[in-house]
């Protein structure tokens, strides 16, 4: 079965500062795809990034970066000079190859203060 | 381009009674997914439909049913109305079926049921 965890719950931080979000998943599958969204209070999920798991290159964009670690079953995330718009509570997904579903993580509550 | 659309926004129902909630997909995508996010928790997958014939269901009991129509629209029912199905209520659509494929969401039903 297959299995997302983000250990953090809550994390707050003040504007400028980097944050990184960690993601570990469980899967039997070989070929695979992590995600991460982004859903801020109007609740409406917003896609981030794609990795496909023959993929481990890590990719930056704009202030956000990804570090995908199959020997370590991770795909952290980290934004870079956090900013006030970033406080959302964050996503990572996990979906093997042949499947229908999404199966997310209990998400993570970032809160940048100015 | 509208994006992912979903009607109503909020609603409130008492235990016992039945529910419909709608989604309009993206012009042009036939896959439409239905998510339950309890408050606190990540989405959990309920179906999926594609070319208007299920082609996933997650682990939810017999009074949850969706269709989708031949315009890509569908509805979620759910009968019997518990307290527990208060939660927020997720669509998304994508150009085919398979979790794999980018999925767009809409901002969500909220459902209480008092």
């Known amino acids: 079965a297959q299995k997302v965890t983000q250990a953090q719950t809550e994390i707050s931080v003040v504007e400028k500062e980097d944050v990184t979000l960690d993601c570990v998943y469980e899967?039997?599958?070989?070929?695979?795809?992590l995600f991460w969204y982004k859903q801020p209070p109007s609740g409406e999920l917003v896609f981030l990034i794609r990795r496909n798991s023959f993929d481990e290159q890590n990719e930056i964009s704009g202030r956000y970066s990804w570090n995908f670690q199959k020997s370590t079953s991770s795909f952290n995330f980290t934004i870079t000079a956090s900013q006030v718009v970033d406080s959302a509570v964050y996503f990572c997904a996990l979906s093997e190859a042949d499947d229908y579903k999404l199966s997310f993580g209990a998400g993570t509550t970032v809160t940048v203060r100015a | 381009d509208a994006g992912v659309t979903q009607s109503p926004t909020h609603l409130i129902k008492t235990r016992g009674q039945q529910v419909t909630l709608r989604c309009s997909p993206i012009?042009?995508?036939?896959?439409v997914s239905w998510y339950q996010q309890v408050l606190g928790q990540g989405p959990q997958f309920i179906f999926q439909?594609?070319?208007?014939?299920?082609?996933g269901r997650g682990n939810f009991p017999d009074r949850f049913s969706a269709r989708q129509f031949p315009n890509y629209s569908s509805e979620l029912n759910v009968n019997a109305l518990l307290l527990g199905d208060s939660a927020l209520y997720l669509c998304a659509s994508s150009l085919r079926a398979g979790a794999y494929n980018e999925q767009f969401f809409g901002p969500g039903t909220r459902l209480t049921v008092l």
């Open positions: 012009s042009g995508h036939k896959s």
């Open positions: 899967t039997r599958d070989t070929t695979y795809y």
């Open positions: 439909y594609y070319e208007k014939e299920e082609r």
